[in-house]
Structure formats: structure tokens, C-alpha cells
């Protein structure tokens, strides 16, 4: 799964780069690639400095939703069996206190392909307490920003997408500097602070209904328009800090995240285009618990976001249990709440929500590899909705189904 | 060969690979008891568990003298490591194997350097002032230093 494009994109739409650099960065995206390939055929795996570590992950998975289209579902009950996805990391230590690492990401989702390096950081240690890193790194917020797409790292396919969907509150990376650090061993303190740039999707379908008699006029509901509510939104001079507390009783920890930043206007509209209204900050705040032991794991989350255009509250909380050595069964459920300043015509008030269930069962054939299925129950139509132009078509006749169901079926490894 | 089956081809190898790590077994069919090490220069006798841990899990990296710590792990399919990582880590082999994978994709750490036998750890500890190790309780750790794990 993968919900944000990647961030070396960012990074040239952040430039209004050329076609020219574009090319240059596409090749340097192909020549890291080779670089991995090459440096995994001939490097020992040992870590010491010098040498290059190269670990991996990837995902296949075939959906089926029944209404409407969602995570590896496309909807109508028909079949998407193209979802894959597959990550290269790579990490070295040229001198004892300097490290650098990169992830090269490769995915085909609904025949599209992308190739994007998402992460590239250099991070210089001061000591175990203080390292300093630059570049583009894992955004460190709650249980799952850093490991978005680590499939053998959580008891479903896909995370929790009330929490890290595609609702503008939770970023993959960040491009900026960062601080972090350890300290303890009983109690032990993990935290992290970071300024930069961050890119957001959101996915805000409920803006073509804003009543009339708000005073906001409506956006377009054609393709463009469609567009319009499902875009890349870019965060400048964003602060944003994570601690993550461990306590002496194995597997139990707690953390609380946050990140201020300043959303960023649209340059250049087109003419008869309105600029974007002045823009106040979006804050986002967020606490997380997790037990985790052998044969149980626990997680919830709680995020709380307040945005240009209203306020969010998400939550989960899924619970696994390892059973005959290879067998796992889990359940979660989230749901997630818009809260926009404008008001919104009835008919489309299931816009503003979603709530799931989801019921697995996952077979591991090994720590690094697993096979996973599970039964996905949606209501409320914020992240599940008509594509395309048929929307506003869809909500004024009445016909908005808010319930869809997903089941999936898939694979992921790390190693 | 189009991109998707590219993609196919690189998840289905990927994938066997990681199974058959799985499949290798320790020949040794008794119970693995271990011993801690250190170099014989380090003047530490003994470590509360959760400092062990600590180092082991890479949430600490230095000795109590700010000298760098440098812990050896044995190798994943050993009944040593399966030995260690219950009674020290107060974790199975695959718990600490999602650690390590939750620290490598989020940037923070890599795993600890594998040996892939005791005669290794030994010859790593006995050169190295910082390192730590841990070998079979059988094992001739004459050139090496065995400390206490206090609870």
C-alpha cells in the first residue's frame, strides 16, 4: 500500500524542475537502483564500517471490493490483482560516527508503475543520545509513519487509513533536519525533533458539497474537480517531535507525536482561478499504546488534527494473537471523523466518515514472510466513494451506498 | 519482460528466499546454555539484565566509561541465540528479528554483526577491548573475560 507519491517528486515539484531534470533525476533513480542490485551481489551483510547493509520488503496482494473502490479493491466486485510493491534499503557507515541511507521503492498498482527514492539522509552520531540527521527521512510519527511499508511489521495487508489514509494528517517523509536519540534502559526514551518540508494527500471528496448557504461556493465535480479534492498538499516550515517511551515491562511502551506546519498556497493560478484563502496552520497531535509480546500484540492510536478547513479526530485499536507457531489471527477496528468549518449538503454527510472492522487471519512462514487474509466491513463514504465524474451524479440522486466490502488475500516479505 | 511481471518475478524470489532461512537447523539436539564474554581488559564483572539488553538491542552502545560497546550476535538458527534471546531478551528469535526490522526500515539502526560459531565470538572478543559476545557454556574461554547477568 502506498498512499503518498514519492518524495523525490516532492522534491523536484518543490523546484518546478524541467523535463530535463526530470530525466536526470529518472536515470539517477535507475543508477541507484543498479548500485543496490550490484552492492547486494557482492557486499557481506555484517554491518561494520565500511560496509553496505542491504535489507528489503514487498507485498503482493489481490482485493476484491464489492461496491465501491478501497485498498487493493477495485470496486463493482471485480478482481485488482495488481498490487506490488517492492523496497530496497540501503545502509552504510563510512566512518565510525557518519551513516547514510536510502530507500529505493518500486510499485505497480492498477498498471502503474513508479520508481522513487524516498528516503536518502546523512546522519552524523554525537553520541547514542544525539544524532543529527539531513535529507529525506521517515516522518517519526506514532506507531507505523516510519515503517509505512513494512508489511511484516503489523498484523494486516494495509494500516489503519483512517489513521495514515489518505486524510492530509499523517506524511511518509519529511525533507529537513532532523534530532534524535535514546536514553536508558529500564525506561527507555526514543525521542526525535525535525524541521523541513512534508508532503500530504488529501482526499477531501466533501468540499463539491459545501451548502450554498455557507457562503463558499462548491468545487467542480468533473474529472478536474476530482483532481482538485484528491491532491498532493505541501506543509512548509513544519516543526514536528515524537517521543516513544519503553517501560521495564516487556513489550509495553507509550508515545505522543506532533507537528506544526504551514500549509502552502497555490502559486500561479490559472485565469478566472481564485488563489487559495490564507492558510492557518495544521496542527497535529497524536498518542499511541502498544503491548507486544510473543503471541499478543496491542496497538491503538489516537490522532487529532486541526486543518485549514476543519478538524479531524481517527482512531484504532487492533489486537493479534499468535496461535500453533505459524498462525495468527487479528482484529481491528478504526474509524475517523471530519469535523469542516463549511457546512455540507445532507445527502453528503457520509463524506465526513468512515469506520471499519477488519477480521484476518495470517499464516508466517517464517519471521519474514507471511501470507495474510482478511475481511475488511467499511461504512460511511470519506475513504470509499464513486470514482471519478460520477460523484456529484451519485449523491444527488440519493443512490451513495456508505457500506463496502473488501476481501484481500496477500503476501509480504522483508528480509 | 514487461514491468509488472519484473515486479513478479523480483517478489517471488524475494519471498522464497526469506523461507528458506527457515528451513536450517541446528544439529545439536541438547540444550543450549550459554555464558557471557567480554575482553580481558574490561573491567566489568557483572551487568543488570536490561543493561545486557540494552546493549544487545543496540539502545545502548557504550560501557560505563563511554568507551563504545561492540556486542556479537551468534547466528539466527542457533539454539544458542534461541537460548539468549529467552532467558536475556525475554523474547523469541522472531520477536527480536521484527525489532531489528522495525530499526532498519525506520532508519535508526542495523542489526548486530552474526558469527556463525563460538571459535568466531571468541577470536572477535579477545581482539576487540569493547566487544561483548556470548558463547556455549562448554566452550574454552580461557583468552576471554565471563561476567555475571544479574536480574
Redesign the interface.
Known amino acids: 500500500m502506498k498512499v503518498n507519491t514519492s518524495f523525490a517528486e516532492h522534491a523536484l515539484e518543490r523546484e518546478n524542475v524541467g523535463p530535463k531534470e526530470r530525466v536526470i533525476m529518472s536515470n539517477l533513480q535507475k543508477c541507484t537502483a543498479l548500485f543496490v542490485l550490484v552492492a547486494m551481489c557482492s557486499s557481506s551483510l555484517?554491518?561494520?564500517t565500511g560496509e553496505v547493509?542491504i535489507?528489503?520488503?514487498?507485498?503482493?496482494a489481490v482485493g476484491n471490493s464489492d461496491q465501491y473502490e478501497y485498498l487493493q479493491g477495485g470496486g463493482e466486485g471485480s478482481n485488482q490483482w495488481?498490487n506490488?510493491d517492492?523496497m530496497l534499503?540501503l545502509?552504510s557507515h563510512p566512518y565510525e560516527n557518519l551513516r547514510i541511507?536510502a530507500?529505493l521503492w518500486?510499485e505497480?498498482e492498477s498498471?502503474e508503475?513508479e520508481v522513487a527514492l524516498e528516503?536518502a539522509?546523512a546522519?552524523w552520531a554525537f553520541?547514542?543520545v544525539h544524532h543529527l540527521?539531513a535529507g529525506l527521512?521517515?516522518v517519526?510519527f506514532g506507531i507505523y509513519a516510519?515503517?509505512f511499508?513494512?508489511g511484516?511489521?503489523r498484523p494486516f495487508y494495509s494500516l489503519p487509513q483512517s489513521v495514515y489514509g489518505s486524510n492530509g494528517m499523517i506524511p511518509e517523509g519529511y525533507a529537513g533536519i532532523g534530532l534524535?536519540g535514546?536514553?536508558?534502559?529500564?525506561w527507555?526514551l526514543v525521542y526525535d525533533l525535525y524541521v523541513g518540508g512534508m508532503k500530504t494527500r488529501d482526499m477531501d471528496m466533501y468540499m463539491m458539497f459545501i451548502d450554498a448557504d455557507s457562503g463558499a461556493a462548491p468545487a467542480d465535480g468533473d474529472e478536474g474537480g476530482m483532481a482538485e479534492m484528491s491532491r498532493d498538499r505541501f506543509l512548509d516550515d513544519v516543526v514536528g517531535g515524537h517521543i516513544q517511551i519503553s517501560t521495564?515491562w516487556?513489550g509495553l511502551s507509550f508515545g505522543l507525536s506532533s507537528y506544526v506546519g504551514k500549509p502552502r498556497a497555490e502559486e500561479d493560478p490559472g485565469e478566472g482561478e481564485s488563489e487559495d484563502p490564507i492558510w492557518s496552520d495544521q496542527e497535529v497531535y497524536g498518542v499511541q499504546l502498544e503491548y507486544?509480546?510473543?503471541a499478543l500484540l496491542l496497538r491503538t492510536e489516537y490522532i487529532m488534527a486541526d486543518k485549514n478547513n476543519g478538524s479531524i479526530n481517527a482512531f484504532y485499536i487492533e489486537l493479534a494473537h499468535r496461535f500453533l507457531e505459524h498462525w495468527q489471527l487479528a482484529g481491528r477496528f478504526e474509524s475517523i471523523e471530519l469535523d469542516p468549518d463549511l457546512e455540507i449538503d445532507a445527502d453528503a454527510l457520509s463524506l465526513l466518515d468512515h469506520e471499519e472492522y477488519v477480521i484476518g487471519i495470517n499464516y508466517?512462514?517464517?519471521?519474514?514472510?507471511v501470507v495474510k487474509l482478511a475481511f475488511h466491513s467499511i461504512s460511511g463514504n470519506l475513504l470509499t466513494h464513486p470514482e471519478g465524474g460520477e460523484i456529484r451524479e451519485v449523491v444527488e440522486a440519493g443512490n451513495l451506498d456508505n457500506s463496502t466490502r473488501l476481501l484481500n488475500l496477500g503476501?509480504q516479505?522483508?528480509? | 519482460m514487461k514491468?509488472?511481471s519484473l515486479?513478479?518475478v523480483?517478489?517471488v524470489a524475494?519471498?522464497l528466499?526469506?523461507?528458506t532461512?527457515?528451513a536450517q537447523e541446528s544439529e545439536s539436539g541438547r540444550p543450549a546454555t550459554f555464558v557471557l564474554i567480554v575482553n580481558k581488559t574490561n573491567p566489568t564483572v557483572s551487568l543488570?539484565r536490561?543493561?545486557v539488553?540494552?546493549l544487545f538491542l543496540k539502545?545502548?552502545?557504550?560501557w560505563d566509561d563511554g568507551s563504545p560497546a561492540r556486542p556479537v550476535d551468534q547466528a539466527k538458527d542457533s539454539l544458542l541465540r534461541e537460548a539468549f534471546s529467552k532467558d536475556i531478551l525475554?523474547?523469541?528469535?522472531?520477536?527480536v528479528?521484527?525489532y531489528w526490522?522495525?530499526q532498519?526500515?525506520?532508519?535508526?539502526a542495523?542489526?548486530?554483526?552474526?558469527l556463525a560459531s563460538d571459535e568466531e565470538v571468541l577470536a572477535h572478543v579477545r581482539l576487540n577491548p569493547g566487544a561483548i559476545g556470548y558463547v556455549s557454556g562448554d566452550a574454552n574461554v580461557s583468552a576471554v573475560k565471563v561476567i555475571g547477568v544479574d536480574e
Open positions: 555484517a554491518g561494520e547493509v535489507h528489503g520488503t514487498g507485498s503482493w495488481q506490488i517492492f534499503n545502509s541511507g530507500q518500486y505497480i498498471e508503475t528516503v539522509f546522519e553520541s547514542e540527521r527521512s521517515r517519526p516510519d515503517i511499508d513494512i511484516t511489521l534524535w535514546q536514553l536508558g534502559d529500564g527507555h521495564p516487556d507486544m509480546s510473543d508466517w512462514l517464517n519471521p519474514g514472510a503476501v516479505f522483508s528480509f | 514491468a509488472s515486479g513478479l523480483l517478489i524475494a519471498f528466499s526469506c523461507g532461512s527457515a543488570g536490561s543493561r539488553v540494552g539502545k545502548s552502545s557504550e525475554h523474547k523469541s528469535v522472531a520477536a528479528n521484527s526490522q522495525q532498519i526500515f525506520s532508519g535508526r542495523v542489526p548486530l554483526p552474526e
